[in-house]
């Protein structure tokens, strides 16, 4: 058990009349930013949709962890069900039968994450603009980030980000020589298991620690978490920019460099707040993605998720979209300055 974990389990409870006058100002004003982000999206046409959160299959990258339930038919026979990690697959399906711009406030479920910055029950907003560029979302959320702080910094802890300022935009082989000294580019032009190794001797060059078997993706994560993602979003807003394509399961590929892939992450005081992609739309090419994630997933943690062949169906009737998901929780925090995210949540799990 953590020590987080077991503060939370002896704190007075979020219902309790006390605590509840501490955290209701911050309560009010996430209804006040959800209002003004609702209507900004109403302003620009978009259409609100309220997807079906029980799925036959909730995402199938391999480092989500899902709930699962049984759902009993009039027969009395079982059918496995998931609640979504992300609305994205009901989404998708609206595209490809005919909308063009839409959003969604989901409640998502994540199992295995708890902590200052995660609950496993959340608040995301989803949205897709088809036949626009990944780029466009960039500046949504920019004019969000303004509206839920009008008049202030965003923060968390010691970190500050003035919303105001024009965002950095940069690329995650830019980052990685940056704050990292390393070439992450030199790394992905190695063949098979040597762009693992390659990583991980460019690791021991600049004293970052690694586990012996890690994939090449263990590695890529361990050096953005440590060396790369505290910097980002300090005093401004950060677009971490074309992600390598095999960090990207659910983008297209960049025309100009097919190791890369059209996603992006913004990030206020080190701390991650959307994820983006220009979209694939392939459904050949999605397949094959899942099959390598569930491959990853079944060989570190024993299990996998069914493919929703009825998602991959509609995607080759999919036009072309860009489309992200942002933290709603975690904008309010850091807009409130709240120390972490159960404190601008309603009701919170137990």
């Excluded at 309560?27 to 029980?54: H, K, S, Y």
């Excluded at 899942?290 to 060989?299: D, G, L, S």
């Excluded at 979209?321 to 009701?347: E, N, Q, Y």
């Amino acid at each position: 058990m953590t020590r987080e974990t077991d503060e939370t389990l002896h704190e007075t409870p979020w219902w309790h009349p006390s605590r509840h006058a501490d955290r209701r100002p911050l309560l009010l004003e996430r209804n006040r930013i959800q209002a003004a982000i609702r209507a900004w999206l109403a302003g620009e046409g978009f259409t609100e949709v309220d997807p079906a959160a029980l799925q036959l299959s909730p995402g199938n990258e391999a480092h989500l962890h899902a709930f699962r339930t049984t759902a009993i038919g009039n027969d009395g026979a079982g059918r496995e069900l998931y609640l979504h990690t992300s609305p994205e697959f009901a989404m998708k399906r609206l595209l490809a039968a005919g909308e063009t711009r839409i959003h969604a406030f989901s409640h998502v479920w994540r199992n295995r994450e708890r902590g200052a910055l995660h609950e496993p029950e959340f608040t995301m907003l989803e949205w897709y603009r088809a036949g626009e560029s990944y780029e466009r979302l960039m500046e949504d959320i920019a004019a969000w980030v303004r509206l839920a702080c009008p008049d202030g910094l965003l923060r968390f802890r010691d970190r500050v980000c003035d919303p105001a300022l024009p965002c950095e935009r940069v690329s995650v082989c830019e980052a990685f020589a940056r704050h990292a000294g390393i070439d992450l580019l030199a790394t992905m032009d190695a063949s098979g298991a040597t762009e693992a190794q390659a990583l991980a001797e460019q690791m021991d060059r600049v004293g970052l620690r690694h586990m012996p078997g890690e994939s090449w993706s263990d590695l890529f994560s361990r050096v953005l978490s440590e060396r790369v993602e505290p910097h980002l979003g300090q005093g401004r807003l950060t677009v971490l920019d074309l992600y390598p394509a095999a960090e990207a399961a659910l983008a297209r590929r960049c025309p100009s460099d097919p190791r890369l892939a059209e996603r992006f992450e913004v990030y206020a005081c080190g701390v991650e707040l959307a994820n983006g992609f220009g979209e694939l739309t392939d459904p050949e090419e999605q397949r094959r993605r899942f099959a390598e994630e569930m491959e990853i997933k079944a060989r570190i943690y024993g299990e996998t998720y069914p493919i929703d062949e009825d998602f991959l169906a509609a995607l080759a009737l999919m036009p072309a979209a860009a489309g992200c998901a942002l933290g709603f929780d975690r904008l309010v925090m850091l807009a409130t300055s709240a120390p972490r995210i159960r404190d601008v949540i309603w009701v919170a799990a137990g």
